[in-house]
Protein backbone atom coordinates (compact mmCIF):
# COMPACT_ATOMS: atom_id res chain seq x y z
CA UNK A 1 0.00 0.00 0.00
CA UNK A 2 1.43 3.42 -0.81
CA UNK A 3 0.55 6.59 1.20
CA UNK A 4 1.41 10.08 0.82
CA UNK A 5 3.02 12.46 3.14
CA UNK A 6 2.73 16.20 2.88
CA UNK A 7 2.52 19.05 5.02
CA UNK A 8 6.13 19.68 4.88
CA UNK A 9 7.67 23.09 4.74
CA UNK A 10 10.47 25.52 5.97
CA UNK A 11 10.42 26.53 9.09
CA UNK A 12 12.53 28.43 12.10
CA UNK A 13 13.94 26.59 15.09
CA UNK A 14 11.25 26.09 17.62
CA UNK A 15 8.30 26.23 15.39
CA UNK A 16 5.44 23.75 14.50
CA UNK A 17 4.65 21.39 11.33
CA UNK A 18 2.09 19.12 11.14
CA UNK A 19 2.59 16.35 8.55
CA UNK A 20 -0.38 14.45 7.10
CA UNK A 21 -0.18 10.65 5.90
CA UNK A 22 -3.31 10.30 3.61
CA UNK A 23 -4.36 6.57 1.46
CA UNK A 24 -6.75 6.23 -1.02
CA UNK A 25 -7.00 2.57 -1.22
CA UNK A 26 -7.05 1.25 2.48
CA UNK A 27 -8.64 2.03 5.35
CA UNK A 28 -6.19 2.94 7.61
CA UNK A 29 -7.94 2.86 10.85
CA UNK A 30 -7.61 -1.13 10.27
CA UNK A 31 -3.75 -0.52 10.40
CA UNK A 32 -0.51 0.64 11.72
CA UNK A 33 1.23 3.55 10.56
CA UNK A 34 4.74 4.37 10.74
CA UNK A 35 7.08 7.07 10.12
CA UNK A 36 10.84 7.52 8.64
CA UNK A 37 12.47 10.04 8.04
CA UNK A 38 16.10 10.68 5.78
CA UNK A 39 18.59 13.57 6.78
CA UNK A 40 21.42 14.43 4.01
CA UNK A 41 23.95 12.69 4.19
CA UNK A 42 22.44 10.35 6.72
CA UNK A 43 20.59 6.69 6.39
CA UNK A 44 16.98 6.39 6.64
CA UNK A 45 15.61 5.63 10.37
CA UNK A 46 12.63 4.86 11.19
CA UNK A 47 11.41 7.64 14.13
CA UNK A 48 7.69 6.90 15.05
CA UNK A 49 4.44 4.47 14.85
CA UNK A 50 1.03 4.61 15.64
CA UNK A 51 -0.36 1.51 16.54
CA UNK A 52 -3.83 -0.08 14.86
CA UNK A 53 -5.26 0.55 18.79
CA UNK A 54 -3.92 3.94 18.38
CA UNK A 55 -0.84 3.51 21.13
CA UNK A 56 2.44 5.38 19.98
CA UNK A 57 5.95 4.20 19.61
CA UNK A 58 8.56 6.33 19.84
CA UNK A 59 11.88 4.74 17.94
CA UNK A 60 13.99 7.73 18.96
CA UNK A 61 14.46 9.60 22.52
CA UNK A 62 14.80 13.38 21.27
CA UNK A 63 11.56 13.17 20.10
CA UNK A 64 9.26 11.95 23.08
CA UNK A 65 7.53 14.74 24.34
CA UNK A 66 7.84 17.19 21.23
CA UNK A 67 6.61 14.80 18.16
CA UNK A 68 3.18 13.51 18.59
CA UNK A 69 0.85 11.21 16.56
CA UNK A 70 -3.10 10.99 16.21
CA UNK A 71 -5.59 9.78 13.37
CA UNK A 72 -8.48 11.45 11.97
CA UNK A 73 -10.65 8.48 11.17
CA UNK A 74 -12.80 10.81 8.97
CA UNK A 75 -10.27 11.48 6.44
CA UNK A 76 -8.51 8.60 6.63
CA UNK A 77 -5.29 10.17 7.35
CA UNK A 78 -2.66 10.01 10.04
CA UNK A 79 -0.93 13.39 11.53
CA UNK A 80 2.74 13.70 13.04
CA UNK A 81 2.58 16.70 14.59
CA UNK A 82 6.00 18.06 15.65
CA UNK A 83 6.67 20.80 17.84
CA UNK A 84 9.71 22.77 19.18
CA UNK A 85 11.60 21.79 16.12
CA UNK A 86 15.38 21.75 15.72
CA UNK A 87 17.55 22.03 12.58
CA UNK A 88 18.55 18.75 13.31
CA UNK A 89 15.50 17.70 12.59
CA UNK A 90 15.77 19.12 8.42
CA UNK A 91 15.22 15.35 6.66
CA UNK A 92 12.47 13.90 3.97
CA UNK A 93 9.95 12.58 5.88
CA UNK A 94 7.46 9.19 4.99
CA UNK A 95 5.33 7.22 6.39
CA UNK A 96 3.79 3.47 5.83
CA UNK A 97 1.54 1.07 6.79
CA UNK A 98 1.16 -2.29 7.93
CA UNK A 99 -0.66 -5.08 10.18
CA UNK A 100 1.76 -3.99 12.65
CA UNK A 101 4.83 -1.78 13.47
CA UNK A 102 6.51 -4.42 13.42
CA UNK A 103 6.51 -5.07 10.23
CA UNK A 104 6.66 -1.55 8.91
CA UNK A 105 10.33 -1.67 7.93
CA UNK A 106 10.54 1.13 4.70
CA UNK A 107 8.44 3.61 3.27
CA UNK A 108 7.35 3.21 -0.32
CA UNK A 109 5.93 6.38 -1.47
CA UNK A 110 6.94 9.97 -1.71
CA UNK A 111 8.34 11.75 1.25
CA UNK A 112 7.90 15.59 1.99
CA UNK A 113 10.73 17.96 2.38
CA UNK A 114 11.17 19.34 6.27
CA UNK A 115 13.85 22.18 6.14
CA UNK A 116 14.34 23.67 9.73
CA UNK A 117 16.32 26.96 9.32
CA UNK A 118 16.47 30.38 10.54
Known amino acids: VQLQASGGGLVQPGGSLRLSCAAS????????VAWFRQAPGKERERISC????????YYTNSMKGRFALSRDLAKNTVYLQMNSLKPEDTAVYYC????????????RGPGTQVTVSS
Open 25 to 32: RVTLAYYA
Open 50 to 57: FTSTDNTL
Open 96 to 107: ASGNTCREIVAP
